[in-house]
């Protein structure tokens, strides 16, 4: 059985918890799909080009921001919008989704990110007012979302380690350019995103991916495992 492939867009740490649970809930999400799965790791500063990218099944960009290449995690995030790769980013992986959304499909050259440049006058991502470092939130997924369906449930509880999130000022904008809220937190601010005309783009905010460290498969990552069909020969470059 030939296994399908997976690309983990960050720069490898294993003191980062979710570094450590991101294999584990792949490997648990295949056993159910009962198929092959082959994850590599795609260093940022090792991605210069499409042709760096091509093979892969499915690309997850991952925590551990700020990267050692921001623009090669873009890249990555470009190339799976732009080809109908099936893509999760968790997340330092949904704060460049929505960088690589501004810049390439809104034509904000200028979008960025606060961690990485604090002056940026269009900081798409910005420090959270409530950090989420090591804190857990009950979620509530909107209807007919991905989310909502990987999770059966319009509630549920997923753990963050982060201090940033999608600017609030940028919100409208970004949703009128083609995103959709997937999931929100519990004063409504936007912690899941995803493109319905993608044939599985969605990108979280919270980790969903420490469930495996329990020795559970997390529903997100078994509805990315099960959107994965083998790449076609010769394609997109």
Same mark, same amino acid.
């Given at each position: ?12 740490d294993d003191?980062?918890t979710?570094?450590?649970?991101i294999p584990r809930?792949l490997q648990?999400?295949a ?11 795609l260093?940022?500063d090792?991605?210069p080009?499409?042709a ?5 099944d499915g690309?997850?960009?991952?925590p +551990? ?7 090669g995690?873009?890249?990555a995030i470009r190339?799976?919008?732009q =080809?109908?790769? !099936? #893509?999760l980013g968790t997340c330092?992986?949904?704060?460049h989704a929505?960088?690589?959304f501004?810049r390439?499909?809104?034509g904000?050259?200028?979008?960025d990110?606060?961690e990485?440049s604090?002056?940026a006058?269009r900081a798409v991502?910005?420090?959270l ?8 939130e ?7 979302s991905?989310?909502a ?6 509630a549920?509880?997923?753990?963050y380690r ?14 009128? +350019?083609?995103l959709?809220v997937a999931?929100?937190g519990?004063a409504?601010?936007?912690?899941a995103l995803?493109? =319905?005309d993608h !044939? #599985?783009?969605v990108?979280t905010?919270?980790q969903?991916?420490r ?6 498969t997390?529903?997100?990552v078994?509805?990315?495992v099960?959107?994965?069909r ?5 394609a997109?470059s």
């Amino acid at each position: 059985m030939t296994p399908l492939r997976i690309g983990l867009v960050g720069d490898r740490d294993d003191s980062i918890t979710a570094h450590r649970a991101i294999p584990r809930a792949l490997q648990l999400a295949a056993d159910e799909r009962q198929c092959a799965l082959q994850a590599s790791w795609l260093p940022t500063d090792q991605i210069p080009d499409r042709a760096a990218l091509q093979g892969f099944d499915g690309l997850w960009c991952v925590p +551990g921001s700020p990267y050692r290449d921001m623009d090669g995690a873009l890249r990555a995030i470009r190339f799976a919008r732009q =080809a109908g790769v !099936p #893509f999760l980013g968790t997340c330092g992986g949904f704060q460049h989704a929505v960088v690589e959304f501004a810049r390439h499909e809104l034509g904000w050259t200028d979008a960025d990110h606060a961690e990485s440049s604090p002056e940026a006058e269009r900081a798409v991502i910005s420090l959270l007012e409530c950090g989420l470092v090591e804190a857990r939130e009950t979620l509530n997924a909107v209807a007919g979302s991905r989310l909502a369906k990987a999770y059966g449930d319009a509630a549920f509880s997923e753990g963050y380690r982060c201090r940033y999130g999608l600017n609030p000022r940028f919100v409208t904008s970004l949703l009128d +350019g083609g995103l959709r809220v997937a999931a929100t937190g519990p004063a409504g601010d936007v912690r899941a995103l995803e493109l =319905a005309d993608h !044939p #599985f783009f969605v990108a979280t905010l919270f980790q969903p991916e420490r469930a495996a460290l329990e020795g559970r498969t997390p529903p997100l990552v078994r509805a990315f495992v099960l959107a994965l069909r083998p790449a076609p020969a010769g394609a997109l470059s």
